[in-house]
């Protein structure tokens, strides 16, 4: 069976979408693996990237410092560090940097892909790395995203949409459409095998997002 995916045109430019997760003839994971289970920090170290038994999420330590008169117009009053909560639930911590200062942090989550829920994803691996297969609202098309793990470094990365490299693929591989001159769809059906590991392994197909080391 082979697999296929669409790039269709929209206001942000070309967004790519699978039509089957990939690749078709990877079997499906019901977990991560507990030898990657951990959190992985960039080299901006308030940023990280999680992976748990079936999600992966990014965090990011977001701090500001606030003077007494911007904290007195939140009308908090503090005699010592404290926490508060806003309404989604996002929890914050207060604590006194100076006399007149206060700094405010908060943990900012995004879970980028999840194996549980209304919609749960599909993972798979291949060539040694994790394919994160996430089902869009049209529901018969995929977003797809892959973890490269060497060691206690990850890389993070996302399908790319450079046009030029998309059609150096295997011409048996490739449709597209044109309206008005213009290429506003791509859709590929790589056939399992060779065709299959190119758009694994060739590089230039794939973003890298960030790059992360591995923390605990």
Same mark, same amino acid.
């Not at 890389?155 to 506003?184: I, K, M, N």
């Given at each position: 069976?082979?697999?296929?995916?669409?790039?269709?045109?929209?206001?942000?430019?070309?967004?790519?979408?699978?039509?089957?997760?990939?690749?078709?003839?990877?079997?499906?994971?019901?977990?991560?693996?507990?030898?990657?289970?951990?959190?992985?920090?960039?080299?901006?170290? +308030?940023?990280?990237?999680?992976?748990? #038994?079936?999600?992966?999420?990014?965090?990011?330590?977001?701090?500001?410092? &606030? =003077?007494? +008169?911007? &904290?007195?117009?939140? #009308?908090?009053? !503090?005699?010592?560090?404290?926490?508060?909560?806003?309404?989604?639930?996002?929890? #914050?911590?207060?604590?006194?940097?100076?006399?007149?200062?206060?700094?405010?942090?908060?943990?900012?989550?995004?879970?980028?892909?999840?194996?549980?829920? @209304?919609?749960?994803?599909? !993972?798979?691996?291949?060539?040694?790395?994790?394919?994160? +297969?996430? @089902?869009?609202?049209? =529901?018969?098309?995929?977003?797809?995203?892959?973890?490269?793990?060497?060691? @206690?470094? &990850?890389?993070?990365?996302?399908?790319?949409?450079? %046009?030029?490299?998309? &059609?150096?693929?295997?011409?048996?591989?490739?449709?597209?459409?044109?309206? #008005? =001159?213009?290429?506003?769809?791509?859709?590929?059906? @790589?056939?399992?095998?060779?065709? %299959?590991?190119?758009?694994?392994?060739?590089?230039?197909?794939?973003?890298?997002?960030?790059?992360?080391?591995?923390?605990?």
């Amino acid at each position: 069976m082979g697999f296929g995916w669409v790039l269709t045109a929209c206001d942000g430019g070309l967004e790519v979408r699978f039509a089957q997760p990939f690749p078709a003839q990877a079997a499906d994971m019901a977990v991560f693996p507990a030898r990657h289970r951990a959190v992985y920090t960039a080299a901006d170290s +308030n940023k990280s990237l999680c992976i748990g #038994h079936t999600a992966v999420w990014r965090q990011e330590l977001l701090q500001v410092t &606030l =003077g007494r +008169n911007q &904290l007195d117009s939140m #009308h908090r009053r !503090l005699r010592a560090d404290t926490t508060y909560a806003e309404k989604d639930g996002t929890l #914050h911590y207060l604590k006194w940097v100076g006399r007149d200062s206060v700094r405010d942090s908060r943990l900012w989550t995004d879970t980028i892909f999840t194996l549980t829920g @209304p919609s749960p994803g599909v !993972l798979r691996r291949f060539q040694g790395r994790y394919y994160l +297969n996430t @089902p869009t609202d049209d =529901g018969d098309k995929w977003q797809v995203q892959r973890l490269e793990i060497d060691g @206690p470094r &990850l890389s993070w990365q996302a399908f790319g949409t450079d %046009t030029l490299r998309l &059609l150096a693929l295997d011409p048996a591989t490739v449709r597209y459409h044109r309206e #008005h =001159g213009a290429l506003t769809s791509f859709q590929l059906m @790589p056939a399992p095998g060779p065709q %299959t590991r190119r758009v694994g392994r060739y590089a230039g197909l794939w973003d890298t997002q960030d790059h992360y080391r591995r923390r605990r």
